[in-house]
């Protein structure tokens, strides 16, 4: 029922832990300015700080900065973004012990998941095919399980240029706990047409909110910042 009830309101229980934190961290603050005897305490303050960084940073938040082109036109190059980390699954540091299942990662979802070839490298794609769909692309266009896929979101370069893997592949099958995941700029995106599946244990966190964009100190965004990523 608890974990029922956590899926339900995922984003009111990590927001409320997330003030109980910056709460704990306040009452920190105050102890550090000082102890009984009159003394300034910085360690101990320092160390809660840390330990409640890390705890959201591990559990709940991350921030992540758009580097590269592959998820034009949904993201942009220097798009700054905050990621939920619970919802799909919940596991202790360094470990295969799982505190909360999560729920599946479904099609469209966009995620930051480890890359297959180096896993300390980071990158974000969007969720194209689940375990037991069939993808294929011909000409450009993508198919999942023989029917085309409308998708009102990708961006495409070379209309006219015809690529083997990249605008000719498949078909292939998701295997279980597996996902085929792609980028929205597909004329430019190293993805799974080239380097496989993404293991579901490998996805880090959910796309959410991009809180900051721009192009430069002197070219801000405004439009773009609290936009939800869809």
């Not at 279980?176 to 496989?196: A, E, V």
Request: charged residues 25%.
């Amino acid at each position: 029922m608890a974990i029922r009830l956590f899926r339900t309101h995922g984003f009111r229980l990590a927001f409320a832990a997330i003030l109980a934190a910056l709460l704990a961290l306040e009452t920190a603050c105050a102890e550090w300015k000082v102890t009984p005897k009159g003394e300034v305490s910085t360690t101990e303050a320092f160390l809660v700080a840390l330990v409640l960084a890390f705890f959201i940073r591990t559990f709940f938040v991350q921030a992540f900065k758009i580097p590269s082109e592959s998820m034009l036109n949904t993201l942009l190059v220097g798009d700054h973004l905050l990621a939920t980390k619970f919802d799909y699954g919940v596991y202790i540091p360094f470990t295969d012990i799982q505190l909360y299942k999560g729920h599946d990662p479904q099609r469209g979802d966009i995620i930051i998941f480890e890359y297959p070839r180096d896993p300390s490298v980071s990158f974000i794609k969007r969720i194209i095919g689940v375990p037991g769909d069939v993808i294929e692309v011909r000409n450009k266009q993508l198919y999942r399980n023989g029917e085309p896929v409308r998708e009102d979101y990708i961006r495409v370069d070379e209309p006219n240029n015809v690529v083997p893997v990249r605008d000719v592949f498949g078909p292939v099958t998701v295997p279980p706990d597996s996902y085929f995941c792609m980028g929205d700029n597909r004329d430019n995106s190293m993805d799974s047409r080239f380097w496989g599946f993404v293991k579901r244990r490998a996805i880090q966190a959910k796309a959410r909110r991009i809180y900051w964009s721009w192009d430069g100190p002197l070219d801000v965004r405004w439009s773009r910042i609290g936009r939800a990523i869809h």
